[in-house]
């Protein structure tokens, strides 16, 4: 677990995202979960070494950062539509029935994900306090219309979720890529300009990497626009992942999982867009 700066921390050994510890006055806040459930008490057990944890954020319902959450016994902090979205899921998860490019679709069969589904929720933002600090959680859609971002003062740092990509693509099959580009123009504001930004994914980010994600994002619309004017099918939408997916530097070793999520996501979102006509 590395300090990124006074009371705030950043690990990245587990599968999945990267889980964020803010810790103020001996007390903590978790930022999403290890996917597994022996990885959370391990994870929930290093924390505790600074601090009383006191509540579990989820940044949307993405299968990676919500599963292990079904062993942290904390609050859980989430957007109304998260939790909605969780009480849809059956209790059992398995994650080849519908593979994604997740890191949880190596999971066989998980249980209890009812015990995941979060309990504290909002519609737009969300105030508290944590010891000295104010922590803002904020409806930033975009990934899922029900992600958000966690503002943190003293230092200023946001906490991303997937809203910026770095080393590999997002999963586009949940997002509204209009609101996206919306939540991240955001971080222009003078209120967010000087703040320090860590994504999920890739850990800490400049804004070369935000104006990156931006040019990726919106590429996507007119190519699916384009598809559906011609009648074509949802293979259509995922046969576009090669050509973008030439704009990251994936590792050799991870590019059949992120053509995969790539592809996945493409064909999901045009379904939704562009519904076939019955």
């Known amino acids: 677990m590395r300090e990124l700066a006074r009371g705030l921390f950043l690990e990245s050994k587990y ?41 579990l954020v989820v940044l949307d319902h ?8 079904r062993g942290i016994d904390l609050p859980i902090v989430s957007h109304d539509w998260t939790r909605t979205v969780m009480l849809g899921w059956p209790d059992t998860f398995k994650g080849g029935a519908s593979p994604i490019g997740a890191e949880a679709d190596r999971l066989k069969r998980v249980t209890g994900v009812r015990r995941a589904i979060p309990d504290l929720t909002f519609s737009d933002e969300m105030r ?17 219309e029900g992600a958000i971002w966690v503002e943190v003062s003293r230092p200023a740092v946001v906490f991303l979720g997937d809203a910026v990509t770095v080393a590999e693509p997002p999963y586009l099959g ?17 209120g967010l300009r000087d703040c320090a930004l860590i994504s999920s994914r890739d850990g800490k980010l400049d804004s070369a990497a935000v104006n990156a994600m931006m040019r990726f994002l919106r590429k996507i619309p007119d190519r ?29 070793a991870r590019r059949e999982q992120a053509l995969l999520r790539l592809q996945a996501g493409l064909a999901r979102l045009y379904t939704r867009k562009y519904p076939p006509e019955r």
């Open 62 to 69: 993405h299968p990676d950062r919500v599963l292990g959450a």
């Open 15 to 55: 599968p999945g995202v990267r889980l964020g510890a803010v810790v103020s006055s001996d007390e903590v806040l978790l930022v999403d979960s290890p996917i597994r459930t022996e990885d959370g008490r391990e994870w929930l057990s290093a924390v505790a070494a600074h601090g009383r944890p006191r509540y």
């Open 174 to 190: 949940e997002a509204d890529i209009d609101q996206w580009l919306v939540s991240l123009e955001s971080l222009r504001c003078p």
């Open 224 to 252: 699916l626009e384009r598809l559906a004017a011609k009648g074509k099918p949802p293979e259509a939408a995922a046969a576009l992942a090669g050509g973008l997916l030439e704009g990251f530097r994936v590792p050799q």
């Open 128 to 144: 508290i306090r944590l010891g000295e600090r104010e922590i803002v959680f904020r409806h930033r859609p975009g990934p899922t």
